[in-house]
Structure formats: structure tokens, C-alpha cells
Antibody
Framework: QITLKESGPTLVKPTQTLTLTCTFS??????????VGWIRQPPGKALEWLAL???????RYSPSLKSRLTITKDTSKNQVVLTVTNMDPGDTATYYC????????????WGRGTLVTVSS | QSALTQPASVSGSPGQSITISCTGT?????????VSWYQQHPGKAPKLMIY???YRPSGVSNRFSGSKSGNTASLTISGLQAEDEADYYC??????????FGTGTKVTVL
């Protein structure tokens, strides 16, 4: 059974760097062609795709946020970390991590999400 | 990359069929058969309903179906039920090897 859980601060100040951790079980990021992605959703607004990391450390980023995002993985800990620099109130959102099955282009299982508020 | 375009809202009566459109470009929907659809109830995480344009994951009702024509993908819900009331998002693989989501559609069961 695959599960994912996001963790990190619930409140950050403007200009700070946000670090979120996705801890998962039921699969390994060393398995060929598997990936983990991050998606966010501002309150009352649409989903926004942020980043994706594959088993072979290939990384993909949203073009509009690429300069502010870094995604990494720790295969031994079954974790994926997303950092977002220079946080702004507009980055207030629920941040989700999700499982990308091998040889596929969708997210079949999602974490419950974590709400991050940016405010001074 | 711009978000895929969906209607803000679609409504229907119980038992009816509704269709939600998802319009992209030749850099995403129009070129790749990698369109997926997600259902999201308030306060919940999204749930995969359709992948690769028209395939249903195990456990998803066959009342949900997907299709694509040109740059527009569609999700059809037949035999609309109260439990189908939710937000729906499409997503596509892109020519930049990234993903993009749609603007979202609120489905209301009258």
C-alpha cells in the first residue's frame, strides 16, 4: 500500500525559504521510472504543478517557478524534499506530494497536503 | 506554459450526463495522449479518475469516461450522482517534459 505524507512549517515569513518533506512508503524511488511530484493549491484556487523527481535523479520544474525551486531525494529515507526560496504571500497554499507510477505521466496517489501560510 | 482551459462550472440533474472540456495547445494536449483527470472534494486531496486520455484506474466508476480531439480533452460523467459534486482538474504532459494542470471545473448536481 502506497502512502505519502507532507511535513514542514505551517507559517513562514516573506523572503524566507520554505523546506517541505514528503515521506512515503509502499514503493522505492530506486525503482526504474518511478517519480514523486509536488503540486500546490492556493486557497480556493486551482492546482499548480511545481516539480518532479525521477528514480534516476532526473528533475523537472515548472518554468514559471524554476529559479526558486529545488527538488531532491533521499532514497534511503524514502523522502523527497522541496525547497522554495524567497517566499511571498502569493505562495500561501496547500502543498501536496504525489506518486508518479513507472512509465506513466500522471499522479495516481497523493498525500493529504500541508497548508503553508506566508505572513509577517 | 499556461494552464489548460476548463469551464469554471458545469451542472446537471441526477441521472443526466455532463461533459467537461480541457483545452490546451499543440505543446501539450494536442500532441500527447497523456491527459489525466482528477476529482477533488472540499478539503480533500485530488483523486485520479482518468489517465492517458481514456483509461480508468481500478475502482473508478465506469460512469466516468475520457476522450480527446485535437487540442481539447473531455471528461464525461454519465448517470450523474450527488457524490459526483466536486471540483475536477485535467492535466497534461508537455513538450518540455513537465506537467500542466487545468483551471478547474466545479460540478454541481442540481
Amino acid at each position: 500500500q502506497i502512502t505519502l505524507k507532507e511535513s514542514g512549517p505551517t507559517l513562514v515569513k516573506p523572503t524566507q525559504t520554505l523546506t517541505l518533506t514528503c515521506t512515503f512508503s509502499g514503493f522505492s524511488l530506486s525503482t526504474s521510472r518511478v517519480g514523486v511530484g509536488w503540486i500546490r493549491q492556493p486557497p480556493g484556487k486551482a492546482l499548480e504543478w511545481l516539480a518532479l523527481i525521477y528514480w534516476d535523479d532526473d528533475k523537472r520544474y515548472s518554468p514559471s517557478l524554476k529559479s526558486r525551486l529545488t527538488i531532491t531525494k533521499d532514497t534511503s529515507k524514502n523522502q523527497v524534499v522541496l525547497t522554495v526560496t524567497n517566499m511571498d504571500p502569493g505562495d500561501t497554499a496547500t502543498y501536496y506530494c504525489a506518486h508518479n507510477p513507472r512509465n506513466s505521466w500522471y499522479f495516481d496517489l497523493w498525500g493529504r497536503g500541508t497548508l503553508v501560510t506566508v505572513s509577517s | 506554459q499556461s494552464a489548460l482551459t476548463q469551464p469554471a462550472s458545469v451542472s446537471g440533474s441526477p441521472g443526466q450526463s455532463i461533459t467537461i472540456s480541457c483545452t490546451g495547445t499543440s505543446s501539450d494536449v494536442g500532441t500527447y495522449n497523456y491527459v489525466s483527470w482528477y476529482q477533488q472534494h472540499p478539503g480533500k486531496a485530488p483523486k485520479l479518475m482518468i489517465y492517458d486520455v481514456s483509461y480508468r484506474p481500478s475502482g473508478v466508476s465506469n460512469r466516468f469516461s475520457g476522450s480527446k480531439s485535437g487540442n481539447t480533452a473531455s471528461l464525461t460523467i454519465s448517470g450523474l450522482q450527488a457524490e459526483d459534486e466536486a471540483d475536477y482538474y485535467c492535466s497534461s504532459y508537455t513538450s518540455s517534459s513537465t506537467r500542466v494542470f487545468g483551471t478547474g471545473t466545479k460540478v454541481t448536481v442540481l
